[in-house]
């Protein structure tokens, strides 16, 4: 699969790190996490806004595996001062992750074309879904159809596109119009729930949030 063409990526800064490896601000509460093996680090993952110029998607797929048969997608349109243009959260049919990840995607990107967008970097917490897309990963977790309709549907962003992963601290917006999928589903332009709000005010602020790594040692021959 050709990714050049596809994404067209413009140089740094436009790819502010979301993961940012930083020594944790000193001192420590007596409530602070122990000191870590050498399996495992600690990192600082935030949100990055997009460029001027350019929004950014940032969409997450919820599935319920203890018999509910919930499913939920959620997903917003943020422009490149962290405002929210329009977010969506809707209730889907049960699946695997996988594949509801990818109807979240598909979702955010039609209604980032139906608001007239034209340069977007669309981002999730699905590390496998995003390597398929650049075409850094050939395993899949989504069928070749659905694969070939996200193309399809990121080749249509004249300006410009990208596809990118974030860990899950740094995509809560997302995360948080999941859970609203299963009370108060919707679809939301410039006002949006309370909840959403606050968590995309944090990202406003470049609020950082704890993240665990697990650090694979490396083989002894």
Known sequence: MATSSLFPLPAPPFLPSACRHRAPPPPLSPSARPFQPSSSRIVFVQWAPPPRGWF??????SVYNDGSRRASIGGAIRDGGGRILLAFAERTEHSTVGIVEARAMIRGLRLALELGVDRLVAEGDGLVLAQLLRGEETQTRIP??????????????????????????GNQVAHTLCRQAYHSPGVWIGIVPTAVFEKAEEDRRGVLHEREVVVRRPCRV
Do not use: S
């Open 144 to 169: 070749v159809e659905m694969q070939e309709e996200i193309l399809g549907l990121l080749r249509r962003f004249p300006g410009g596109r990208d596809v990118r992963h974030v860990y899950r601290e």
């Open 56 to 61: 950014k998607l940032n969409f997450d797929g």
